[in-house]
């Protein structure tokens, strides 16, 4: 292929119009597009800690005592005494062994997949999991790879069975194959969530190991937002937890969780975390206040639930369709892709921002409104969410709703 041809490809490639709405506020309640002010009901920032005072001066503090970058990668001398202390409260906090701190939660799942599967290795792995997870598969070249219907533990179990006799043969090394069942926690674009306790009791039977990504669950299920193992009960049983620190905890990076001995393998051995500049200053310090601010209190979570309810209980009562979930993730089915674009284009026109849920993302004709209230939402800042929804559903004829 010609250099010409290459860039006419790749500009047929480009959708178009479509790049991302740019923010000119803050994280909050409400931001500013193009000057105005938007009801926000797109971001993942579930308990509003992206602009908390308290994590914005621990920020400042850290930036004025360690200045602002670490200088280098972990593993040479950019590991400084705030990196520590924040895998140590993570570690606490989630009830684990030990914490490993990574840059972001799709790294955090390269790095807990592809450290420790080969080729000859076998995966077993939600139909909807998360594109990291399905790039970490790839990445590792896993020939053995079984993919089991969504949430399905009949599925899960039938697949298990049929690696029974894989599992027995050994390794070009000798060894026999590592097993791993991974899912995520919650999934991101329907808010159900994942058996965990029923794929824990496979695993066990089955001799495999467990991973769960559970980015939407962190700050948001169990006590004080522990997350999904924490939901369940499921301590000690669920062999890698990884996180992000970008959704509920409001600021960024990823982590990994689990026995003492796994994070210090994957400490010495995962490129992800060997290679790559380590976590910045200002982002390690406002985490940790984050993380106390969890474990100080569970009136933010208990506000985002109750936000959720609220919202999809009104939605509902409108006529819209909620799908099914299970936690504040709230999406409103509408089908059809160009609808979905029309109809997140009218409430942004009304002053609510709330961005259109499409494929690849979802599968085609299952496109929708993806709702994300927070626990900043005031009542009066969701009930006009829910009037401008109903608003933009009348003025476009075409979207039929349910009877209450």
């Not at 006419?8 to 500013?32: R, W």
């Not at 001799?207 to 700050?219: I, P, R, T």
């Not at 209190?297 to 309810?309: G, H, I, P, T």
Request: aromatic fraction near 6%; proline fraction near 3%.
């Amino acid at each position: 292929m010609n250099i010409n041809t290459f860039y006419k490809n790749i500009e047929e490639g480009i959708l178009l119009g479509k790049s991302p709405v740019t923010v000119e506020s803050g994280q909050g309640a409400y931001l500013t597009i193009k000057g105005k002010k938007k009801l926000n009901l797109c971001s993942n920032n579930y308990l509003g800690l992206a602009s908390n005072p308290r994590l914005k001066k621990a920020a400042i503090q850290a930036i004025e005592k360690f200045g602002v970058g670490p200088g280098s990668v972990r593993a040479l001398s950019g590991t400084n005494i705030l990196h520590i202390e924040l895998e140590e409260r993570l570690a606490e906090f989630k009830k684990e062994e030990a914490c490993l701190v990574l840059q972001g939660g799709y790294v955090a799942n390269l790095a807990a997949i592809q450290t420790i599967m080969g080729k000859e290795d076998i995966v077993i792995s939600d139909e909807l999991n998360h594109a990291s997870i399905i790039d970490a598969i790839k990445m590792s070249q896993i020939k053995n790879k079984f993919i089991y219907k969504h949430r399905d533990i009949k599925d899960l179990k039938v697949k298990l069975v049929e690696i029974e006799a894989l599992r027995k043969t050994p390794k070009s090394n000798g060894e026999l194959p590592i097993v791993l069942i991974v899912t995520d926690g919650v999934f991101s674009m329907d808010g159900d969530l994942a058996p965990l306790p029923q794929i824990v009791e496979l695993a066990k039977k089955h001799n495999a190991l467990v991973m769960v990504d559970d980015a939407h669950g962190e700050g948001v299920l169990g006590n004080h937002g522990r997350g999904i193992v924490d939901h369940f009960n499921l301590h000690g049983k669920v062999d890698i937890d990884v996180g992000t620190l970008s959704k509920a905890f409001g600021v960024i990076g990823g982590f990994i969780t689990g026995r003492k001995s796994l994070i210090e393998y994957y400490r010495q051995k995962a490129r992800q975390f060997l290679f790559s500049t380590a976590l910045s200053i200002p982002d390690t310090a406002a985490l940790i206040e984050a993380v106390k601010t969890l474990e100080e209190s569970d009136a933010l979570v208990k506000k985002l639930w109750e936000n959720a309810s609220y919202l999809k209980k009104n939605l509902t009562k409108l006529g819209f369709d909620c799908g099914q979930s299970e936690t504040p993730i709230t999406p409103v089915m509408l089908g059809d892709e160009n609808l979905a674009i029309n109809f997140s284009s009218k409430l942004l026109e009304n002053g609510v921002f709330a961005t259109s849920i499409r494929f690849p993302m979802v599968p085609k004709g299952k496109a929708r409104i993806r709702v994300m209230p927070s626990s900043i939402h005031t009542k009066k800042d969701l009930d006009f969410g829910i009037k401008v929804f109903g608003k933009v559903a009348k003025d476009l004829s075409s979207i039929v709703l349910k009877s209450p």
